[in-house]
């Protein structure tokens, strides 16, 4: 875009404006529409004024809008200097002037947009890159009145399709084609098909239907990065350049539509967007909820203090179909598929494929042509509707695996997600069988091998489920009731394998049943929880009455298939068909004896059952901590409670540890020698490591019922060892101290500086657990602390000084060439060590230096601290930093030193001819995100780019030219243009970080032989005559000089003169050689 300075006089105020071209802008009647700054320099202005046309709209003057004619109902402007135009009309359309001033009513800047309102319905935007194909839809309404069809570019017809035979125009006849439904379809497209596309549909009779519009922008492939994100979910939208130190203004589009904007850390939204998107300080878009109208190009441009636009971009987001596919269980050894469900999806199987392990290549299918990558090679294969097949698998091939789809122009179209478990599979079960008394007989169903086993029982063909009347399956234990004989089958699963047992064949005697037999069990469960009296009703007559009592008082009882519950159990106690009863919530004063009696229609009582309840109280404590080899008490803080509580049980799961019993204790495996019991409960433990994990404690009373548990947890940690205090002198005077521990589970670190306790952050510190940073304090004592839940731990007061700290310095050197780090008034040291990222690079110590591995080759150290590197490398770059001890190797100097490696290329010879144009042309667009480059010739600068603004030197203002990605254009070129170029890339710090070099060589065209170049040939014959007349004339005067003073030598002679000694003479040599 091209820039005038212009300065002009109106009757009220001086303008100094900047003309730009006419952006164009495209609303839709009755909507809303935004006329967004292209640039702005708003910091420098006080007042924004907007114009249609040379009618005043609205004045932004002190951040307050001031509105003329009928604009304030419509019009609304944001502080950044956006106007929304709202209920658009055919009137809106035209130009739009907007003038930024200074406080002196200066109009520093200006912008023009010409507004086109279109009486579609819709302008629908629709994305194309450079060169592809396009469809543009003309949508159904009244497709079958329709006998004319139009389609439009502004106002230039491209095409028309009248009683169903198409007509193109200009060159759309070539690449363009329409079809009967109107969709038109353009391909090879080009920059300058971004436009308004209208569709006109017309009857019979050349009545207007109704139109169509679509605004097709063009983007191009390389100047934009991909972004794919899934229907309703969120997406990121990031800046490259992460270094923004200097921007202050950073917006965001969609296309020309504004989306956000962080100014001078203050953020506006625009339309709907405002409850969508989020912007973050480093430049990142954060979109919500997204959906199909959220895809197209999206634009940001960082604007630094002065409204420059420093960096900028293009992210082109696209809309991924992603399924989140059921997880999928694979057995070891075995072949697993993955994506199996998906396989008559057939719309995948044209697309190119990658299949991925968390972010690992697995296998790729291109057309048809499958490709694996690493152990998958050989146990592989891949399917074009998206499987993949697994053989042989390992527990390592567990994770999570995707499949990308790729259309022809390599956009991600689609994902599918799936989680791959692979398992143990189950061996077949083993089932043994015990007969009970009461008429049970138990099953156990075991397997050797297999994850995570679900068992499931069948009786003759029959599935056992739950409890009945003559059944209690829990997981691989089945009790049946007064089932004689049958033939049982287990069934052992896992996600990944199913495996059947043998059918057993069982056959148990059943129990004879005694008219008022009586027999009694015991009960024991935990307070708050559900119990169940299970009664077998094998035997009993229909019509039987049964009743449930609690010592003598009524519990439920059934009568008459009739069911009542009795006081306080009517809403905890249920009573079922065949005489069980469940009671849920249980209360302590629920322990008693329980009684069932059955009884005939007539009455007469024909059984009972006892059964003992006991209620046991819990209590889980807070986790106890402990170390190995030292003790632990597990110690019940209500002890006050235990007074006549005996005996108790101590138990570690279900491993029995102690007992206490008439004041007795007892001791079990290898807790005897070791575990120490006491009257109130508490258990001390001397720990080893297989102590930790959960222990309980039992309490009885005088009659052996068990009335209260208690709980609770041990954990084994690590003692921490003592704390190990480095600090390091920083620049700006600042001290970072690291605390380390040898050993210690999740230590926990405290800092004191001069016995004072420091925490958290203030203006002298940063504390950060294990690391402090102090704030211009550069000396003092410090102590750090180190503590777990088992023990406490502190260092030794550490004394530190940086109050000589080596000044830091920048070194620029050259790719494979040498450089030095310098240290002077380096005194009574006894150590130096230069390290790299807190890596040993060398060092000199015991006056003998030494060298990390991947330097000892091309690295010297000096016994002053000077370091060498020979061939230079990239990775090389970096900061640097040198540590200096004393004798008692004391930390006495500290220096930090950033070194530069420099990219040097030499470009071949450019050459050109004199009077005409030539190229210096660097071939490498990775230059472009630099922010200054330099041209020189020899040592004088030709041009400059920075900040993308371009400056010119000496003669070259008015016939150079440079552009952004480092290229140089000189014309009208000069016999005098001829010599050493070179251009520097500097990074945004000023720093040298690529120099090429190149040659020209400017010849005179074939046949030119006057004019300039006769001119420019007899200065130089004068020249060349002139010089050689000076090189006689040197030595005609250096002859006479020497026979002068061989005339003083003979003279010298004949008065019998000494003669100089012959050292005299050779010192009156050297001091002529010198002069």
């Given at each position: 875009?091209?820039e005038?300075?212009?300065?002009?006089?109106?009757?009220?105020?001086q303008v100094?404006?900047?003309?730009?071209?006419?952006?164009?802008?495209?609303?839709?009647l009755?909507?809303?529409?935004?006329?967004?700054?292209?640039?702005?320099?708003?910091?420098?202005?006080?007042?924004?004024?907007?114009?249609?046309e040379?009618?005043l709209?609205?004045?932004?003057?002190?951040?307050?809008?001031?509105?003329?004619?009928?604009?304030?109902?419509?019009?609304?402007?944001?502080?950044?200097g956006?106007?929304?135009?709202?209920?658009?009309?055919?009137?809106?359309?035209?130009?739009?002037?907007v003038?930024?001033?200074?406080?002196?009513?200066i109009?520093?800047?200006?912008?023009?947009?010409?507004?086109?309102?279109?009486?579609?319905?819709?302008?629908?935007?629709v994305?194309?890159?450079?060169?592809?194909?396009?469809?543009?839809?003309?949508?159904?309404?009244?497709?079958?009145?329709?006998s004319?069809?139009?389609?439009?570019k502004?106002?230039?017809?491209?095409?028309?399709?009248?009683?169903?035979?198409?007509?193109?125009?200009n060159?759309?006849?070539?690449?363009?084609?329409?079809?009967?439904?109107?969709?038109l379809?353009?391909?090879?497209?080009?920059?300058?098909?971004?436009?308004?596309?209208?569709?006109?549909?017309?009857n019979?009779?050349?009545?207007?239907?109704?139109?169509?519009?679509?605004?097709?922008?063009?983007?191009?492939?390389?100047?934009?990065?991909k972004?794919?994100?899934?229907?309703?979910?969120?997406?990121?939208?990031?800046?490259?350049?992460?270094?923004?130190?200097?921007?202050?203004?950073?917006?965001?589009?969609?296309?020309?539509?504004?989306?956000?904007?962080?100014?001078?850390?203050?953020?506006?939204?625009?339309?709907?967007?405002?409850n969508?998107?989020?912007?973050?300080?480093?430049?990142?878009?954060?979109?919500?909820?997204?959906?199909?109208?959220?895809?197209?190009?999206?634009?940001?441009?960082?604007?630094?203090?002065?409204?420059?636009?420093?960096?900028?971009?293009?992210?082109?987001?696209?809309?991924?179909?992603?399924?989140e596919?059921?997880p999928?269980?694979?057995?070891?050894?075995?072949?697993?598929?993955?994506?199996?469900?998906?396989?008559?999806?057939?719309?995948?199987?044209?697309?190119?494929?990658?299949?991925?392990?968390?972010?690992?290549?697995?296998a790729?299918?291109?057309?048809?042509?499958p490709?694996?990558?690493?152990?998958?090679?050989?146990r592989?294969g891949?399917?074009?509707?998206?499987?993949i097949?697994?053989?042989?698998?390992?527990e390592?091939?567990?994770?999570?695996?995707?499949?990308?789809?790729?259309?022809?122009?390599?956009?991600?179209?689609?994902?599918?997600?799936?989680?791959?478990?692979?398992?143990?599979?189950?061996?077949?079960?083993?089932?043994?069988y015990?007969?009970?008394?009461n008429?049970?007989?138990?099953?156990?169903?075991?397997?050797?091998?297999?994850?995570?086993?679900?068992?499931?029982?069948?009786?003759?063909?029959?599935?056992?489920?739950?409890?009945t009347?003559?059944?209690?399956?829990k997981?691989?234990?089945?009790v049946?009731?007064?089932?004689?004989?049958?033939?049982?089958?287990?069934?052992?699963?896992?996600?990944?394998s199913?495996?059947?047992?043998?059918?057993?064949?069982?056959?148990?005697?059943?129990?004879?049943?005694?008219?008022?037999?009586?027999q009694?069990?015991?009960i024991?469960?935990?307070?708050?929880?559900?119990?169940?009296?299970?009664?077998?009703?094998?035997?009993?007559?229909?019509?039987?009455?049964?009743?449930?009592?609690?010592?003598?008082?009524?519990?439920?009882?059934?009568?008459?298939?009739?069911?009542?519950?009795n006081?306080?159990?009517?809403?905890?106690?249920e009573?079922?068909?065949?005489?069980?009863?469940?009671?849920?919530?249980?209360?302590?004063?629920?322990?008693?004896?329980?009684?069932?009696?059955?009884?005939?229609?007539?009455?007469?009582?024909?059984?009972?059952r006892i059964?003992?309840?006991?209620?046991?109280?819990?209590?889980?404590?807070?986790?106890?901590?402990?170390?190995?080899?030292?003790?632990?008490?597990?110690?019940?803080?209500?002890?006050?409670?235990?007074?006549?509580?005996?005996?108790?049980?101590?138990?570690?799961?279900?491993?029995?540890?102690?007992?206490?019993?008439?004041?007795?204790?007892?001791?079990?495996?290898?807790?005897?020698?070791?575990?120490?019991?006491?009257?109130?409960?508490?258990?001390?433990?001397?720990?080893?490591?297989?102590?930790?994990?959960n222990?309980?404690?039992?309490?009885?009373?005088?009659?052996?019922?068990?009335?209260?548990?208690?709980?609770?947890?041990?954990?084994?940690?690590?003692?921490?060892?003592?704390?190990?205090?480095?600090?390091?002198?920083?620049?700006?005077?600042?001290?970072?101290?690291?605390?380390?521990?040898?050993?210690?589970?999740?230590?926990?670190?405290?800092?004191?500086?001069?016995?004072?306790?420091?925490?958290?952050?203030?203006?002298?510190s940063?504390?950060?657990?294990?690391?402090?940073?102090?704030?211009?304090v550069?000396s003092?004592?410090?102590?750090?602390?180190?503590?777990?839940?088992?023990?406490?731990?502190?260092?030794?007061?550490?004394?530190?000084?940086?109050?000589?700290?080596?000044?830091?310095?920048?070194?620029?050197?050259?790719?494979?060439?040498?450089?030095?780090?310098?240290?002077?008034?380096?005194?009574?040291?006894?150590?130096?060590?230069?390290?790299?990222?807190?890596?040993?690079?060398?060092g000199?110590?015991?006056?003998?230096?030494?060298?990390?591995?991947?330097?000892?080759?091309?690295?010297?150290m000096?016994?002053?601290?000077?370091?060498?590197?020979d061939?230079?490398?990239?990775?090389d770059?970096?900061?640097?930093?040198?540590?200096?001890?004393?004798?008692?190797?004391?930390?006495?100097?500290?220096?930090?030193?950033?070194?530069?490696?420099?990219a040097f290329?030499?470009?071949?010879q450019?050459?050109?001819?004199?009077?005409?144009?030539?190229?210096?042309?660097?071939?490498?667009?990775?230059?472009?995100?630099?922010?200054?480059?330099?041209?020189?010739?020899?040592?004088?600068l030709?041009?400059?780019?920075?900040?993308?603004?371009?400056?010119?030197?000496?003669?070259?203002?008015?016939?150079?030219e440079i552009?952004?990605?480092?290229?140089?254009?000189?014309?009208?070129?000069?016999?005098?243009?001829?010599?050493?170029?070179?251009?520097?890339f500097?990074?945004?710090?000023?720093?040298v970080?690529?120099?090429?070099?190149?040659?020209?060589?400017?010849?005179?065209?074939?046949?030119?032989?006057?004019?300039?170049?006769?001119?420019?040939?007899?200065?130089?014959?004068?020249?060349?005559?002139?010089?050689?007349?000076?090189?006689?004339?040197?030595?005609?005067?250096?002859?006479?000089?020497?026979?002068?003073?061989k005339?003083?030598l003979?003279?010298?002679?004949?008065?019998?003169?000494p003669?100089?000694?012959?050292?005299?003479?050779?010192?009156?040599?050297?001091?002529?050689?010198?002069?």
């Amino acid at each position: 875009m091209n820039e005038d300075n212009i300065t002009r006089t109106t009757a009220s105020l001086q303008v100094v404006v900047t003309t730009e071209e006419v952006t164009h802008v495209y609303g839709v009647l009755n909507s809303s529409v935004s006329l967004s700054l292209e640039k702005t320099n708003l910091l420098h202005s006080s007042d924004i004024i907007w114009k249609k046309e040379d009618s005043l709209m609205v004045k932004f003057q002190n951040f307050t809008p001031i509105f003329y004619e009928d604009y304030g109902t419509r019009v609304k402007i944001f502080p950044d200097g956006t106007l929304s135009l709202a209920k658009t009309l055919k009137t809106d359309e035209g130009k739009y002037t907007v003038l930024l001033l200074d406080r002196s009513g200066i109009v520093t800047h200006e912008e023009q947009y010409y507004l086109f309102i279109t009486e579609s319905k819709e302008v629908h935007p629709v994305y194309v890159i450079l060169g592809s194909s396009v469809f543009l839809h003309a949508g159904n309404e009244n497709a079958q009145s329709t006998s004319d069809i139009r389609w439009k570019k502004g106002d230039t017809l491209l095409v028309r399709v009248k009683n169903d035979v198409p007509r193109f125009y200009n060159d759309y006849r070539y690449r363009a084609e329409i079809f009967t439904n109107g969709t038109l379809r353009l391909d090879s497209t080009r920059e300058r098909d971004s436009g308004i596309y209208i569709v006109e549909r017309f009857n019979r009779h050349g009545k207007l239907l109704c139109t169509e519009a679509h605004h097709l922008i063009t983007i191009k492939n390389t100047d934009f990065q991909k972004v794919y994100g899934v229907l309703g979910k969120s997406v990121f939208l990031h800046v490259s350049n992460k270094n923004l130190l200097n921007g202050i203004d950073i917006l965001w589009k969609r296309a020309t539509v504004p989306v956000a904007r962080l100014k001078k850390s203050t953020v506006f939204y625009y339309g709907d967007y405002e409850n969508k998107a989020n912007i973050f300080t480093n430049g990142t878009l954060r979109l919500d909820r997204i959906d199909d109208a959220d895809t197209g190009p999206y634009s940001v441009v960082v604007s630094d203090a002065n409204g420059r636009n420093i960096h900028s971009e293009i992210a082109q987001l696209f809309m991924m179909i992603y399924t989140e596919c059921t997880p999928v269980y694979g057995a070891k050894g075995s072949t697993t598929f993955l994506f199996l469900e998906n396989q008559n999806d057939i719309q995948t199987i044209n697309f190119d494929k990658t299949w991925k392990k968390g972010g690992s290549l697995v296998a790729e299918l291109n057309g048809f042509t499958p490709y694996y990558y690493g152990h998958y090679e050989t146990r592989t294969g891949v399917f074009k509707n998206g499987t993949i097949r697994l053989d042989r698998t390992q527990e390592w091939d567990t994770g999570n695996y995707s499949v990308d789809f790729f259309d022809k122009v390599k956009n991600n179209i689609g994902r599918w997600a799936i989680q791959l478990f692979i398992i143990d599979g189950v061996s077949q079960p083993e089932v043994k069988y015990t007969c009970l008394p009461n008429g049970k007989i138990q099953f156990n169903c075991s397997v050797e091998k297999g994850s995570d086993p679900l068992f499931q029982w069948s009786l003759d063909g029959n599935i056992l489920v739950g409890e009945t009347a003559f059944h209690t399956i829990k997981k691989n234990v089945a009790v049946l009731y007064h089932v004689v004989s049958g033939k049982l089958i287990c069934i052992a699963a896992n996600n990944a394998s199913e495996s059947h047992s043998d059918p057993i064949s069982f056959a148990c005697e059943e129990e004879n049943i005694n008219t008022h037999s009586h027999q009694f069990e015991s009960i024991e469960t935990l307070l708050g929880t559900s119990v169940f009296f299970q009664f077998k009703s094998s035997g009993l007559a229909i019509g039987s009455d049964i009743v449930w009592k609690k010592g003598e008082s009524p519990v439920a009882w059934l009568q008459n298939n009739g069911t009542v519950c009795n006081g306080d159990y009517k809403n905890r106690a249920e009573i079922f068909a065949n005489g069980s009863l469940k009671l849920d919530k249980t209360r302590e004063t629920d322990s008693g004896n329980y009684s069932v009696d059955v009884f005939t229609k007539h009455g007469t009582k024909i059984r009972r059952r006892i059964a003992k309840l006991i209620i046991i109280g819990h209590t889980e404590f807070l986790p106890v901590y402990g170390a190995v080899d030292s003790s632990v008490f597990l110690f019940m803080k209500n002890n006050t409670d235990l007074e006549n509580m005996s005996p108790l049980e101590w138990k570690k799961g279900e491993l029995l540890v102690a007992t206490f019993k008439g004041s007795n204790p007892s001791y079990y495996g290898n807790y005897k020698k070791r575990a120490q019991i006491f009257f109130n409960g508490t258990l001390r433990l001397k720990l080893i490591k297989t102590d930790e994990g959960n222990y309980s404690v039992d309490f009885y009373n005088k009659y052996g019922i068990n009335t209260r548990r208690w709980i609770t947890k041990l954990f084994l940690l690590d003692v921490v060892s003592v704390p190990k205090v480095d600090y390091f002198c920083l620049s700006n005077r600042k001290v970072e101290l690291h605390c380390s521990v040898e050993r210690g589970s999740d230590p926990v670190f405290q800092w004191s500086l001069n016995g004072k306790a420091l925490s958290g952050e203030s203006t002298s510190s940063t504390v950060k657990n294990h690391v402090l940073v102090l704030n211009h304090v550069v000396s003092g004592r410090i102590g750090c602390t180190a503590a777990n839940n088992v023990s406490t731990s502190q260092s030794e007061l550490v004394s530190f000084s940086c109050l000589d700290i080596i000044p830091f310095q920048t070194v620029d050197s050259v790719l494979v060439s040498s450089l030095l780090l310098l240290l002077k008034n380096i005194a009574n040291s006894s150590a130096i060590e230069w390290r790299k990222d807190n890596r040993s690079v060398a060092g000199f110590k015991q006056e003998a230096p030494y060298y990390n591995e991947n330097y000892k080759d091309r690295a010297s150290m000096f016994a002053n601290g000077t370091l060498r590197l020979d061939k230079t490398q990239n990775t090389d770059s970096g900061s640097y930093s040198v540590i200096v001890f004393d004798k008692s190797g004391k930390n006495t100097q500290k220096g930090i030193a950033q070194i530069i490696i420099i990219a040097f290329t030499e470009c071949p010879q450019a050459n050109g001819s004199m009077g005409s144009s030539v190229v210096l042309f660097l071939n490498n667009e990775d230059h472009i995100h630099f922010s200054n480059i330099e041209w020189k010739k020899g040592n004088s600068l030709v041009a400059k780019l920075k900040y993308s603004v371009p400056h010119y030197y000496g003669d070259y203002q008015n016939r150079a030219e440079i552009f952004n990605n480092g290229t140089l254009i000189l014309h009208e070129t000069q016999g005098t243009d001829t010599g050493n170029y070179s251009a520097e890339f500097f990074d945004t710090n000023g720093n040298v970080r690529f120099k090429w070099i190149t040659q020209l060589l400017i010849v005179a065209p074939p046949g030119i032989e006057t004019g300039s170049m006769y001119t420019a040939g007899v200065i130089y014959g004068i020249f060349r005559h002139f010089v050689t007349s000076i090189l006689v004339l040197i030595f005609f005067l250096g002859a006479l000089r020497r026979v002068i003073k061989k005339l003083h030598l003979h003279i010298g002679k004949e008065k019998e003169v000494p003669i100089q000694p012959k050292q005299d003479t050779e010192t009156e040599v050297l001091s002529t050689t010198e002069f």
